[in-house]
């Protein structure tokens, strides 16, 4: 099994255990350049508010757009789009990918601004 095949296999797991518990999601995907993130709605159809480091403005705020502090700026940026839009708890869906680095300072930067999960 190639690593690609690993996470989607963790992912789709993390995601059956999320709709089974019908909540809101907090849906994140890194990539090499990027860090990505959703608030998802309970019923997997709607996207409630989302932020990413390709927004004008949290690329103005960083030099690149792959590193902790970009991810903390994101995570600093959907919590408060959150808050607007009246979510305040929310599940983490990591996408499969491991809880460290940018995608541990992502949630770490949400919860210190007012998400819970």
Same mark, same amino acid.
């Given at each position: 099994?190639?690593?690609?095949?690993?996470?989607?296999?963790?992912?789709?797991?993390?995601?059956?255990?999320?709709?089974?518990?019908?909540?809101?999601?907090?849906?994140?995907?890194?990539?090499?350049?990027?860090?990505?993130?959703?608030?998802?709605?309970?019923?997997?159809?709607?996207?409630?508010?989302?932020?990413?480091? &390709?927004?004008? *403005?949290?690329? %103005?705020?960083?030099?690149? $757009?792959?590193?902790? /502090?970009? #991810?903390?700026?994101?995570?600093?940026?959907?919590?408060?789009?959150?808050?607007?839009?009246?979510?305040?708890? &929310?599940?983490? *869906?990591?996408? %499969?990918?491991?809880?460290? $680095?940018?995608?541990? /300072?992502? #949630?770490?930067?949400?919860?210190?601004?007012?998400?819970?999960?």
């Amino acid at each position: 099994m190639d690593k690609s095949i690993s996470r989607i296999r963790r992912a789709r797991k993390t995601r059956a255990k999320i709709a089974e518990l019908n909540m809101v999601r907090l849906c994140v995907f890194r990539s090499n350049n990027h860090i990505y993130a959703q608030i998802i709605s309970a019923e997997g159809d709607k996207v409630l508010a989302q932020a990413s480091t &390709v927004q004008a *403005d949290v690329k %103005g705020q960083v030099k690149s $757009g792959g590193n902790v /502090a970009a #991810a903390q700026l994101v995570g600093k940026a959907i919590a408060e789009k959150a808050k607007a839009v009246g979510v305040d708890k &929310v599940a983490f *869906d990591r996408s %499969g990918f491991r809880y460290h $680095g940018r995608v541990k /300072a992502l #949630a770490e930067a949400a919860r210190e601004h007012g998400l819970s999960f």
